[in-house]
């Protein structure tokens, strides 16, 4: 199914489309200043914000195939930006892991998106909120056709209680925090998330979206079972 370039669908397409273009664009400056290519330091990112993993799931990670992922290791491990670990999970495997300098090259290069965060900042609270809804359910759709892999999001966790409270502004529970939350605090990846059951991720989504839930529903089972 091909999008109409005036269709909303061809529209946000397009929008999206600009984003990644600057995105693009502010990654290979920052990666001129750093002397890292963007997928070195998209995997410097993953590595600081997920923690020590292997080089087939920090591939993954990252959407990129294991060889290239192999390649940036090697090309950063010669930097001194990361090293091999044994694997915190499995004591006999190995895994990839930041060093003190990397994250310190990560330090230097965190306002790469700066422009992108202020023009987030500018929007008030409910365009902020619906935007993290929208995006939530965006990758969703795409995580179902199998597009990408399962994301640490909030609306596949086996913490998320979704719908539960009758404030608007926090009708959502995080059980893992104990906590109410509302759209514009939702995750798109979470450090502390833990793939659902697939029941639970079906029921979940029912509430969190009752609207397009029995669209997606479907496919949802095989996208939910995997692990992140
Ligand atoms: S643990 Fe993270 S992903 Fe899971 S519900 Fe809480 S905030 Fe969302």
């Known amino acids: 199914m091909s999008a109409n370039r005036n269709s909303v669908e061809g529209q946000v397409i397009t929008g999206i489309t600009k984003l990644s273009q600057f995105l693009r664009t502010a990654q290979w400056r920052s990666g001129s200043e750093t002397g890292l290519t963007p997928t070195q330091m998209q995997l410097l990112r993953e590595l600081a914000a997920k923690g ?3 080089i087939g799931a920090l591939a993954e990670a990252i ?3 294991q060889p290239t992922a192999t ?3 090697e090309a950063l491990r010669r930097k001194e930006l ?3 670990k044994s694997d915190p999970r499995d004591g006999r495997a190995v895994a990839a892991a930041i060093t003190r300098d990397g994250h310190k090259k990560l330090r230097s290069s965190d306002n790469w998106a700066d422009g992108l965060t202020a023009a987030i900042g500018g929007l008030d609270q409910v365009d902020r909120s619906g935007l993290l809804r929208g995006l939530t359910k965006i990758i969703r759709g795409l995580q179902v056709q199998r597009a990408i892999p399962v994301q640490r999001m909030c609306v596949t966790c086996r913490f998320f209680q979704p719908n539960v409270y009758d404030d608007p502004a ?3 529970h995080c ?5 109410a939350f509302g759209d514009a605090s939702l995750r798109l990846d979470c450090g502390e998330h833990e793939v659902a059951p697939e029941s639970q ?3 979940a989504w029912r509430r ?4 397009t839930g029995a669209k997606n529903v479907d496919a949802s089972p095989a996208a939910t079972s995997e692990a992140p």
Do not use: I, L, N, W
């Not at 969190?208 to 609207?211: E, I, Q, S, V, Y």
């Open 170 to 172: 926090a009708p959502h």
């Open 208 to 211: 969190f979206a009752p609207a």
């Open 52 to 54: 020590p993993m292997r």
């Open 175 to 179: 059980a893992f925090v104990d906590a």
């Open 201 to 203: 991720a079906e029921a």
């Open 63 to 65: 959407g990129v195939a």
């Open 71 to 73: 390649d940036a290791f």
């Open 82 to 84: 990361v090293e091999k």
